[in-house]
């Protein structure tokens, strides 16, 4: 039902989102929490997209109550990104509630060795630093998260941040 939904999100948004929350139910109704992150975060964005921030931001909230009380922290990292990028979508001239989330998000990553999801953090925190004309906090968000990863198009993000960190290099003196 959730993934049913989702699809149709694309020609029908809200009946997309009506079948995205009631797969979501459904699976909360069974106890079947397992990706229960990685569902919120889905509905979470497309709560937004639907123009309502402010239950997204609550989806996520609770996801995280949800992985905190279960143990089960697979996605808190992404949790905490996604809810950064939302709160920030919904706020830009009042970034500080964003950043606190994006930094969350590579602490956690960090504490459980994701270093995917720390690149994946760190760089929506180095564009959030770009974009209020902090360079050098970008830099030095960004660079140690991308050590070691070498480009590939199955993760576009490392391109994205190569591209990002010689960008900074090349207009400063780092």
């Known amino acids: 039902m959730f993934f049913d939904g989702w699809a149709r999100v694309e020609s029908d948004l809200l009946a997309g989102l009506d079948g995205m929350r009631g797969g979501v139910d459904s699976l909360r109704a069974q106890d079947i929490l397992i990706f229960d992150g990685l569902v919120k975060i889905a509905l979470a964005k497309t709560e937004a997209e639907a123009g309502d921030p402010g239950r997204a931001?609550?989806?996520?909230?609770?996801?995280?109550?949800?992985?905190?009380?279960?143990?089960?922290?697979?996605?808190?990292?992404?949790?905490?990104?996604?809810r950064g990028e939302i709160l920030l979508s919904c706020e830009p001239a009042n970034p500080a509630p964003a950043e606190d989330a994006f930094v969350t998000a590579i602490a956690v990553a960090k504490r459980q060795g994701a270093r995917s999801f720390e690149l994946r953090a760190a760089l929506v925190l180095a564009k959030l630093y770009q974009s209020i004309a902090r360079p050098a906090d970008a830099h030095t968000v960004l660079a140690p998260a991308l050590k070691g990863f070498a480009p590939t198009c199955e993760f576009p993000e490392i391109k994205e941040a190569l591209k990002m960190i010689a960008a900074i290099e090349a207009g400063s003196h780092l």
């Open 57 to 82: 931001v609550a989806i996520l909230d609770e996801a995280l109550a949800t992985a905190d009380r279960l143990g089960h922290r697979t996605f808190e990292a992404e949790l905490h990104r996604a």
